[in-house]
């Protein structure tokens, strides 16, 4: 992994809530099938819009409180946040033209 960061529950706040440009959070888990299959685009995603964006991954099962806090019960879920507020959530894997028209007006 080059462009995206592993964030947990200690490093959330700073990471995300307190980032100047819009972070997507991956919520994802190892055994998850369709995490893994999202993961390459996210990471296409990352070094492409890197001056607008940041991309990072917390992992569900080994930072559950952060998950529990913002009622994420499938993955991969997709959170938006922009000026520590979730301005969108995107539910299961999708392909990569898909998901840049769900950040339309965020990146």
Do not use: H
């Amino acid at each position: 992994m080059g462009a995206i960061k592993n964030v947990t529950d200690a490093s959330f706040d700073a990471d995300v809530l307190k980032s100047d440009k819009p972070v997507i959070v991956d919520f994802w888990a190892e055994w998850c099938g369709p995490c893994r299959q999202v993961a390459p685009i996210l990471e296409e995603i990352a070094n492409e819009q890197a001056d607008k964006l940041t991309i990072v991954k917390l992992n569900v099962d080994e930072n559950p409180s952060t998950a529990g806090n913002y009622g994420v019960l499938q993955i991969p879920t997709l959170n938006v946040y922009k000026n520590g507020e979730v301005v969108k959530q995107i539910i299961g894997a999708k392909p990569k033209a898909m998901l840049l028209r769900e950040l339309e007006g965020i990146i």
